[in-house]
T-cell receptor, first 119, second 116 residues
Framework: QQQVKQSPQSLIVQKGGISIINCAYE??????FPWYQQFPGKGPALLIA?????SEKKEGRFTISFNKSAKQFSLHIMDSQPGDSATYFC??????????????????FGQGTILTVHP | GAGVSQSPSNKVTEKGKDVELRCDPI?????LYWYRQSLGQGLEFLIY????????KSGLPSDRFSAERTGGSVSTLTIQRTQQEDSAVYLC??????????????FGEGSRLTVL
Protein backbone atom coordinates (compact mmCIF):
# COMPACT_ATOMS: atom_id res chain seq x y z
CA GLN A 1 0.00 0.00 0.00
CA GLN A 2 3.01 2.25 0.38
CA GLN A 3 4.21 1.67 -3.17
CA VAL A 4 4.33 4.17 -5.98
CA LYS A 5 4.47 2.48 -9.36
CA GLN A 6 6.17 4.35 -12.18
CA SER A 7 6.24 3.70 -15.92
CA PRO A 8 7.90 3.43 -18.33
CA GLN A 9 11.32 2.37 -17.04
CA SER A 10 12.94 4.10 -19.99
CA LEU A 11 11.79 6.53 -22.63
CA ILE A 12 13.36 7.81 -25.83
CA VAL A 13 11.96 10.87 -27.55
CA GLN A 14 13.10 13.19 -30.28
CA LYS A 15 13.98 16.79 -29.64
CA GLY A 16 10.82 18.86 -29.62
CA GLY A 17 8.60 15.92 -28.72
CA ILE A 18 6.45 15.34 -25.65
CA SER A 19 7.73 13.09 -22.88
CA ILE A 20 5.09 11.48 -20.64
CA ILE A 21 5.84 9.56 -17.45
CA ASN A 22 3.09 7.98 -15.38
CA CYS A 23 2.77 7.06 -11.73
CA ALA A 24 0.10 5.29 -9.70
CA TYR A 25 -0.33 4.96 -5.96
CA GLU A 26 -2.53 2.99 -3.58
CA UNK A 27 -2.38 4.86 -0.30
CA UNK A 28 -5.14 7.47 -0.25
CA UNK A 29 -3.40 9.19 2.67
CA UNK A 30 -0.74 10.49 0.28
CA UNK A 31 -1.35 14.17 -0.36
CA UNK A 32 1.89 15.57 -1.70
CA PHE A 33 3.25 14.45 -5.05
CA PRO A 34 6.62 15.81 -6.22
CA TRP A 35 8.70 14.93 -9.23
CA TYR A 36 12.48 14.84 -8.94
CA GLN A 37 15.06 15.01 -11.73
CA GLN A 38 18.44 13.34 -11.34
CA PHE A 39 21.50 13.69 -13.55
CA PRO A 40 24.31 11.09 -13.41
CA GLY A 41 26.53 11.56 -10.38
CA LYS A 42 24.20 14.13 -8.83
CA GLY A 43 21.52 14.02 -6.21
CA PRO A 44 17.85 14.32 -7.19
CA ALA A 45 16.49 17.86 -7.52
CA LEU A 46 12.88 18.93 -7.16
CA LEU A 47 11.31 19.67 -10.53
CA ILE A 48 7.65 20.32 -9.77
CA ALA A 49 5.10 19.22 -7.18
CA UNK A 50 1.33 19.05 -6.79
CA UNK A 51 -1.22 18.71 -4.02
CA UNK A 52 -4.46 16.76 -4.64
CA UNK A 53 -6.68 19.83 -4.50
CA UNK A 54 -5.75 20.70 -8.09
CA SER A 55 -5.83 18.54 -11.22
CA GLU A 56 -3.00 20.18 -13.08
CA LYS A 57 0.06 22.30 -12.40
CA LYS A 58 2.30 23.82 -15.04
CA GLU A 59 5.76 25.31 -14.69
CA GLY A 60 7.35 26.24 -17.98
CA ARG A 61 7.61 23.12 -20.15
CA PHE A 62 6.76 20.81 -17.25
CA THR A 63 3.18 19.88 -16.33
CA ILE A 64 1.81 17.54 -13.68
CA SER A 65 -1.62 16.05 -14.32
CA PHE A 66 -3.33 14.57 -11.28
CA ASN A 67 -6.32 12.21 -11.22
CA LYS A 68 -7.38 11.71 -7.63
CA SER A 69 -10.15 9.19 -8.32
CA ALA A 70 -7.81 7.00 -10.36
CA LYS A 71 -4.92 7.56 -7.94
CA GLN A 72 -2.66 8.43 -10.82
CA PHE A 73 -0.45 11.35 -11.73
CA SER A 74 1.80 12.05 -14.65
CA LEU A 75 4.59 14.33 -15.77
CA HIS A 76 4.47 15.87 -19.23
CA ILE A 77 7.57 17.50 -20.68
CA MET A 78 6.69 19.63 -23.66
CA ASP A 79 9.22 20.52 -26.37
CA SER A 80 11.69 18.01 -24.90
CA GLN A 81 15.35 19.02 -25.17
CA PRO A 82 18.56 16.96 -25.05
CA GLY A 83 19.33 18.74 -21.76
CA ASP A 84 16.24 17.10 -20.28
CA SER A 85 17.93 13.69 -20.60
CA ALA A 86 18.01 12.44 -17.00
CA THR A 87 16.29 10.05 -14.63
CA TYR A 88 12.90 11.20 -13.36
CA PHE A 89 11.34 10.02 -10.14
CA CYS A 90 7.79 10.52 -8.99
CA UNK A 91 7.19 10.43 -5.27
CA UNK A 92 4.48 10.77 -2.65
CA UNK A 93 4.22 11.59 1.03
CA UNK A 94 1.64 12.08 3.75
CA UNK A 95 0.53 15.03 5.80
CA UNK A 96 2.38 14.73 9.13
CA UNK A 97 -0.44 16.43 10.99
CA UNK A 98 -3.46 14.61 9.64
CA UNK A 99 -2.43 11.21 8.37
CA UNK A 100 0.05 9.93 10.87
CA UNK A 101 3.01 10.69 8.69
CA UNK A 102 6.12 12.11 10.28
CA UNK A 103 7.22 14.54 7.61
CA UNK A 104 6.39 15.54 4.07
CA UNK A 105 10.03 14.86 3.38
CA UNK A 106 9.52 11.17 4.04
CA UNK A 107 8.98 10.33 0.40
CA UNK A 108 7.98 7.07 -1.22
CA PHE A 109 9.62 7.09 -4.63
CA GLY A 110 8.73 5.40 -7.87
CA GLN A 111 11.38 3.25 -9.51
CA GLY A 112 12.47 5.97 -11.91
CA THR A 113 12.33 6.60 -15.64
CA ILE A 114 15.47 7.10 -17.71
CA LEU A 115 14.63 9.74 -20.31
CA THR A 116 16.78 10.15 -23.40
CA VAL A 117 16.07 13.03 -25.76
CA HIS A 118 17.76 12.67 -29.14
CA PRO A 119 18.83 15.85 -30.92
CA GLY B 1 29.30 25.87 -0.12
CA ALA B 2 25.62 26.58 -0.29
CA GLY B 3 24.46 23.02 -0.94
CA VAL B 4 24.31 19.79 1.02
CA SER B 5 27.77 18.35 1.37
CA GLN B 6 28.47 14.64 1.80
CA SER B 7 31.69 12.77 2.47
CA PRO B 8 33.30 10.60 1.42
CA SER B 9 32.02 10.66 -2.13
CA ASN B 10 33.26 7.12 -2.61
CA LYS B 11 34.06 4.43 -0.07
CA VAL B 12 35.25 0.92 -0.75
CA THR B 13 35.36 -1.37 2.26
CA GLU B 14 35.67 -5.02 3.09
CA LYS B 15 32.77 -7.07 4.34
CA GLY B 16 32.53 -6.90 8.11
CA LYS B 17 34.13 -3.46 8.49
CA ASP B 18 32.33 -0.44 9.93
CA VAL B 19 31.82 2.72 7.86
CA GLU B 20 30.78 6.27 8.68
CA LEU B 21 29.16 8.58 6.18
CA ARG B 22 28.90 12.29 6.87
CA CYS B 23 26.35 14.89 5.84
CA ASP B 24 26.62 18.65 6.22
CA PRO B 25 23.19 20.16 5.48
CA ILE B 26 22.32 23.60 4.21
CA UNK B 27 22.69 26.13 7.00
CA UNK B 28 19.40 26.83 8.74
CA UNK B 29 17.68 23.67 7.55
CA UNK B 30 16.16 21.97 10.56
CA UNK B 31 15.06 18.79 8.80
CA LEU B 32 17.58 16.23 7.60
CA TYR B 33 16.96 12.94 5.83
CA TRP B 34 19.00 9.94 4.77
CA TYR B 35 17.97 7.93 1.72
CA ARG B 36 19.58 4.94 0.04
CA GLN B 37 19.67 4.51 -3.72
CA SER B 38 20.39 1.11 -5.18
CA LEU B 39 19.72 -0.55 -8.52
CA GLY B 40 17.33 -3.10 -7.14
CA GLN B 41 15.44 -0.98 -4.63
CA GLY B 42 15.40 2.50 -6.10
CA LEU B 43 15.34 5.39 -3.62
CA GLU B 44 14.47 4.32 -0.07
CA PHE B 45 13.88 6.47 2.99
CA LEU B 46 16.11 5.57 5.93
CA ILE B 47 15.74 8.15 8.70
CA TYR B 48 14.43 11.66 9.41
CA UNK B 49 15.89 14.17 11.84
CA UNK B 50 14.18 17.29 13.14
CA UNK B 51 16.90 19.17 14.92
CA UNK B 52 18.92 16.58 16.79
CA UNK B 53 15.98 14.24 17.32
CA UNK B 54 15.03 11.38 15.00
CA UNK B 55 11.24 11.03 15.12
CA UNK B 56 11.27 8.51 12.29
CA LYS B 57 13.86 5.76 12.01
CA SER B 58 11.49 3.35 10.32
CA GLY B 59 13.55 2.96 7.16
CA LEU B 60 16.76 1.74 8.78
CA PRO B 61 17.09 -1.79 7.38
CA SER B 62 18.71 -3.44 10.41
CA ASP B 63 20.26 -2.70 13.77
CA ARG B 64 23.64 -2.48 12.02
CA PHE B 65 22.52 0.93 10.79
CA SER B 66 22.47 3.97 13.05
CA ALA B 67 22.59 7.72 12.64
CA GLU B 68 23.03 10.75 14.77
CA ARG B 69 22.88 14.48 14.34
CA THR B 70 24.67 16.99 16.51
CA GLY B 71 24.22 20.73 16.96
CA GLY B 72 21.22 20.63 14.68
CA SER B 73 23.66 20.42 11.80
CA VAL B 74 26.05 17.64 10.78
CA SER B 75 24.77 14.09 10.66
CA THR B 76 26.64 10.81 10.56
CA LEU B 77 25.24 7.53 9.24
CA THR B 78 27.10 4.52 10.62
CA ILE B 79 26.92 1.04 9.18
CA GLN B 80 28.45 -1.67 11.34
CA ARG B 81 29.72 -5.01 10.09
CA THR B 82 29.02 -4.09 6.48
CA GLN B 83 27.53 -6.66 4.13
CA GLN B 84 27.62 -6.78 0.34
CA GLU B 85 23.93 -5.88 0.18
CA ASP B 86 24.77 -2.56 1.85
CA SER B 87 26.47 -1.46 -1.37
CA ALA B 88 24.52 1.56 -2.61
CA VAL B 89 24.61 5.33 -2.88
CA TYR B 90 23.65 6.95 0.41
CA LEU B 91 21.97 10.31 -0.13
CA CYS B 92 21.45 13.01 2.43
CA UNK B 93 18.85 15.75 2.03
CA UNK B 94 17.87 18.76 4.08
CA UNK B 95 14.83 20.99 4.21
CA UNK B 96 13.46 24.01 6.02
CA UNK B 97 10.32 21.99 6.71
CA UNK B 98 9.21 21.38 10.23
CA UNK B 99 6.52 18.91 11.22
CA UNK B 100 4.00 20.89 9.22
CA UNK B 101 4.18 22.45 5.82
CA UNK B 102 5.80 21.20 2.68
CA UNK B 103 9.43 21.97 2.12
CA UNK B 104 11.64 21.20 -0.84
CA UNK B 105 14.26 18.55 -0.20
CA UNK B 106 17.77 19.53 -1.23
CA PHE B 107 19.89 16.46 -1.87
CA GLY B 108 23.62 16.08 -1.71
CA GLU B 109 25.53 14.18 -4.37
CA GLY B 110 25.70 11.08 -2.24
CA SER B 111 28.30 8.72 -0.83
CA ARG B 112 28.82 5.65 -3.00
CA LEU B 113 29.55 2.65 -0.78
CA THR B 114 31.00 -0.54 -2.23
CA VAL B 115 31.36 -3.53 0.06
CA LEU B 116 33.73 -6.19 -1.28
Amino acid sequence: QQQVKQSPQSLIVQKGGISIINCAYENTAFDYFPWYQQFPGKGPALLIAIRPDVSEKKEGRFTISFNKSAKQFSLHIMDSQPGDSATYFCAASMDPLNAGGTSYGKLTFGQGTILTVHP
Amino acid sequence: GAGVSQSPSNKVTEKGKDVELRCDPISGHTALYWYRQSLGQGLEFLIYFQGNSAPDKSGLPSDRFSAERTGGSVSTLTIQRTQQEDSAVYLCASSREGTSGVGELFFGEGSRLTVL
